[in-house]
Structures are given as C-alpha cells and as structure tokens.
C-alpha cells in the first residue's frame, strides 16, 4: 500500500502564490519519480512537473519560470512551488509517485486562481 497525501492547495489571486506538499507513506522502498499533474474542468489531466530521485526535473513549458519542484528524500515528500499564478493555472492538482513499474495517485487538491 502506498499513500499519497497532498497539502496546500487553496484560493489565491492572479500573480499570488502557493506552496503545495505531498508527502508518500507505506511500501515505498523504491520510490523514484514523484511530481505533479493537474486536471482542470473539461480538460485532460497534464503533467506539471516531474522529478527524479538524484534530482533531475522536468516541467510544462506553461510553467517553467514560474513554477519550482523539488523533493526532500529523507521524507519523502515533493513540493512545488507556483508564483506568478494565473486564472488558467486553477485545476485539481494530483501528487504522482513511480515506485518500480507501479504509478501512484493522490486524491488531489484545488488551487483555484480568481480576484
């Protein structure tokens, strides 16, 4: 059993900003990739950004200057860091984890961007 639990998310204005966190727990001996995805309504779920374990990250051109990840091994936990946050940026934001051939899910959370 692996459990994803995410923090964070919540109503901001455009060019706020928020700090989300999701911290992995249970059967996660080979946890690699973790990082983040976001679903905004009547849309398709996309990728944010990734990271690896040695740190190698990856992130949406949408958000590359405004958005950082990183991760603390010793806990387990991801962490993305969005400024500049725009009204396109609201969407449910999901912590994703890769432990070997597996893909892990958390439950999600809203960041809405609204004045």
């Known amino acids: 059993q692996v459990q994803l639990v995410e923090s964070g998310g919540g109503l901001v204005q455009p060019g706020g900003s928020l700090r989300l966190s999701c911290a992995a727990s249970?059967?996660?001996?080979?946890?690699?990739?973790m990082g983040w995805y976001r679903q905004a309504p009547g849309k398709q779920r996309e990728s944010v950004a990734t990271i690896t374990r040695d740190g190698s990250t990856n992130s949406a051109d949408s958000v590359k200057g405004r958005f950082a990840i990183s991760r603390d091994n010793a806990k387990n936990t991801v962490y993305l860091q969005m400024n500049s946050l725009k009204p396109e940026d609201t969407a449910v934001y999901y912590c994703y984890a890769r432990i070997l051939s597996s893909s892990h899910w958390g439950q999600g959370t809203q960041v809405t961007v609204s004045s």
């Open positions: 249970g059967s996660i001996l080979s946890l690699n990739t």
